[in-house]
C-alpha cells in the first residue's frame, strides 16, 4: 500500500477546507515511521485538509484521510530528522571551533529555532507540497 490512511469525523468545514479529527489505530503499528509521526501517537489529532469539494462534507461525516508514504517520509524529515541534524552539527562546529558547552548548546538551539522560523515563512510552500487527501 503507498498510502497512510486515518478514519475520521469531519469537525469543521469552510469555503476551502475541512478539519478532520482522527484517531490512532492500529495500522499505524505496521508504519516504519510510526514513532515519530505525530499521527501515530495515542490521540485524538485535527488535520486540516485544503478541497475544492469542501462543501459537500458536513460535520460529523465519517472519512478516511490519506497521505502517500513518499509525503510522509518527506513530513518526518522536515519536522525531526533535519531539526536534529541542524542541532548536532551546530553544536559539534561549535566545540570544534572552541566554543565552550554553553555557547554551543545555546547555538545548537538558536539554530533549531532559526529553522523552525525558516519553514514557518515556507508554509505556503510545504503547505502545497506536503498535503493530506480526503476521501468517504
Known sequence: MDRI???GVVKRVDAERVCVEIT??????SCKAREACGLGQTGQKIVEIRTPAAATYR?????????TRRTGAVAVLLAYVVPFVVLIGVVAV???LGAGDGAAVLAGLGS????YGIL??????IDNAIHFTISE
Open 5 to 7: 490512511e486515518h478514519s
Open 24 to 29: 490512532a489505530h492500529g495500522a499505524c503499528g
Open 59 to 67: 460535520p460529523g461525516d465519517r472519512v478516511t484521510v490519506a497521505i
Open 94 to 96: 561549535c566545540y570544534l
Open 112 to 115: 533549531v529555532v532559526l529553522y
Open 120 to 125: 514557518w515563512l515556507l508554509r505556503r510552500k
